[in-house]
């Protein structure tokens, strides 16, 4: 029996709002290779089975005892900053913490990650990140964002569609992501003025809208600028394959699953540098890739060309699914499956299993607000006192346990 313990500080029905339902029991559990999943949440309300998983309400300072309840046999924490945090100030005695990374910033990436086992990196600019902080380079391991093929592809859009009727513009924009200025949608709305009448900008994602309301307005393009909160993972390709160019130019991207998403749906990609390194997007090969990422005048030339130059739009689609197809699903899946053998093997050799002083260490974290302790003289002097708390409560559980 294997047991997957997923600590992640959202709750499973904000990830179903934004329209990830349908491929989440998946994601968490690829290849179907663990007998259970868990899912450790302090913002779930109840108890309940979902999406093939047990969702558990746990406190984030007791998440711990859940990871012993359940006799997990991997936590796996997703993300470097809270989740990270998480997991790695409740770790449990030779059960492994696997940390995965979707950042490359290094102020999203918790010092908690020295804590971790095993790192994931969603890209090789995120691998390098990593040992900024946590210095094990053998367990710092490439894991890439992965994209579903058969739902993911090129879909034949009605000219009388609905998005058509909704959006009546010659050129349509797309742009799909988070609100949030790593985004970069302020450039991309200005540079919906320079671009005119006949181009409109649809934005999906959810965030802040009230900066961008009040962008789009004081330049005057407010009645072509739309935006929608959440769309079901299903009906992303209609959206990829009706655009006529996505843009995504972000200041900041480890790897962006919406530009995988898009190559195999054969959109037209207009992007920055930063975000096509990640996915490894060629100038005009499968991608347009602008340089000045400050300049709307150099955004609006790359999507005025993603748009009207037809010579190139049919190389860049013809391309496009071709370059998805080595972030295809079964292929990463496969990679993340043989990642968890190797844990496992590396479990039963013994390799998490922590030393007395370790263990001190953690039950210290637990009563301390999850700060790592140096062990000089005068910090034992200091905290004494939590260390005898600590053991009092390791005492007390083993003579429970010894009575039961």
Not at 72 to 78: E, G, L, M, P, S
Not at 179 to 187: A, E, F, L, R
Not at 284 to 310: M, Y
Request: hydrophobic share 40%; charged share 25%; aromatic share 10%.
């Amino acid at each position: 029996m294997k047991r997957l313990g997923v600590v992640t500080p959202d709750s499973l029905t904000n990830y179903i709002s934004m329209g990830y339902g349908g491929w989440l029991e998946e994601y968490y559990n690829p290849q179907h290779f663990f007998d259970e999943v868990y899912y450790f949440s302090s913002g779930e309300d109840k108890e309940r089975r979902e999406l093939g998983m047990h969702i558990v309400p746990v406190p984030i300072h007791r998440i711990w005892k859940s990871i012993k309840q359940f006799k997990i046999d991997i936590v796996r924490a997703y993300g470097g900053e809270l989740a990270c945090e998480m997991a790695c100030s409740n770790k449990v005695n030779g059960v492994p913490v696997v940390v995965s990374v979707h950042d490359r910033r290094l102020e999203c990436l918790s010092d908690m990650i020295k804590r971790t086992d095993i790192a994931f990196g969603v890209s090789e600019e995120v691998v390098q990140l990593i040992l900024a902080k946590y210095k094990q380079k053998d367990r710092i391991w490439l894991l890439p964002n992965r994209v579903n093929l058969s739902v993911m592809k090129p879909q034949d859009v009605d000219s009388n569609s609905d998005l058509n009727r909704r959006y009546p513009f010659k050129f349509r924009i797309l742009h799909v992501g988070r609100k949030d200025p790593v985004k970069n949608i302020d450039t991309l709305i200005r540079a919906l003025k320079i671009l005119g009448p006949e181009y409109c900008l649809l934005a999906i994602g959810k965030g802040d809208l009230s900066q961008y309301t009040a962008l789009a307005k004081a330049e005057r393009v407010g009645t072509r600028f739309f935006s929608i909160e959440a769309v079901n993972n299903e009906e992303l390709p209609g959206y990829y394959s009706w655009a006529s160019c996505l843009c995504n130019p972000s200041r900041s991207e480890a790897m962006s699953i919406a530009l995988i998403e898009a190559l195999a749906c054969g959109a037209v990609i207009v992007t920055s540098p930063i975000a096509a390194r990640g996915v490894h997007i060629k100038h005009l090969e499968d991608g347009i890739v602008f340089d000045d990422l400050e300049n709307p005048q150099c955004l609006a030339s790359a999507i005025e060309r993603a748009c009207t130059d037809w010579k190139l739009v049919e190389r860049l689609k013809e391309n496009a699914r071709k370059s998805a197809m080595k972030f295809e699903k079964s292929k990463i899946d496969r990679l993340e499956v043989s990642y968890y053998q190797k844990i496992l093997f590396m479990k039963e050799e013994g390799l998490f299993r922590k030393t007395i002083l370790e263990e001190v260490s953690d039950t210290i974290m637990r009563y301390s607000g999850n700060k790592a302790p140096r062990f000089t003289p005068s910090w034992v002097k200091r905290n004494v006192r939590i260390l005898l708390q600590g053991f009092h409560h390791r005492v007390k559980r083993g003579a429970n346990a010894r009575t039961a």
